[in-house]
């Protein structure tokens, strides 16, 4: 299967806190994309890491990515409520098709 | 707006009826993709285009659906003799095809009802 699994599947925090959400695939990627999603839209992306890179910033966001172990990680810090949605990772192998699993649904409480 | 754009935004239709939706994605990009998306459920891949070109289609996708890319600019996807289990959202992106990495640009999606 070409789709990346997140871990949790559901996530409920305290604002202020930080939120981390995992990812595993099985094949060769090329890179590895984040979304997120609100409910009844459509999909945002978040950031992308090349299999190359092992752990990138983009403000309050850190992705890793460990290719041998086929994994990547998503934390978010000091959460907010404006992050309450779905996060999905899609690994992307040379065709640069996105499967997209069945996400995290992460909760931020004010 | 130069983002991608669907309509239309809802769609309700009684089983056998057949249905079109259409996708404006950002006017650069030469990739154009569907997906499917139901209730809890991540997006399902469909098909996608390079252009005007349908380069992959997936293999559990029904013959009842097609989707065309005339000219590389906008696509239709249709669903013939829809069924209840056809209804979901579905979702257009496009993106620019670069070779390191491109990421997708979503529209709003079509929510589809068949009853």
């Known amino acids: 299967s070409q789709q990346g699994e997140e871990d949790p599947q559901a996530l409920s925090i305290q604002e202020g806190e930080n939120a981390t959400m995992n990812c595993s695939y099985k094949?060769?990627?090329?890179?590895l994309q984040w979304y997120r999603q609100n409910s009844g839209r459509g999909l945002v992306h978040v950031i992308l890491?090349?299999?190359?890179?092992r752990e990138k910033h983009s403000g309050r966001l850190r992705v890793t990515l460990d290719t041998s172990k086929k994994s990547s990680s998503l934390l978010i810090t000091a959460s907010r409520a404006a992050d309450t949605a779905s996060y999905f990772c899609a690994p992307v192998t040379g065709a640069n098709n996105l499967f997209f699993g069945t996400g995290t649904r992460l909760t931020v409480i004010p | 707006d130069t983002g991608v754009s669907q309509n239309p935004r809802h769609k309700i239709t009684k089983r056998g009826q057949n249905v079109t939706f259409r996708c404006d994605p950002i006017s650069e990009h030469n990739r154009l993709y569907w997906y499917r998306q139901t209730l809890g459920q991540g997006p399902e891949f469909l098909t996608y285009f390079q252009n005007e070109a349908q380069l992959e289609k997936s293999r559990l996708l029904s013959d009842r659906f097609s989707a065309e890319r005339p000219k590389g600019s906008f696509s239709t996807l249709e669903i013939q003799r829809t069924e209840q289990g056809d209804s979901a959202m579905y979702l257009c992106?496009?993106?620019?095809?670069?070779?390191?990495?491109?990421?997708?640009?979503f529209g709003s999606g079509t929510q589809l009802s068949v009853l």
């Open positions: 992106a496009s993106s620019l095809a670069s070779g390191h990495g491109e990421k997708l640009f």
């Open positions: 890491i090349r299999s190359n890179e």
């Open positions: 094949t060769s990627i090329n890179n």
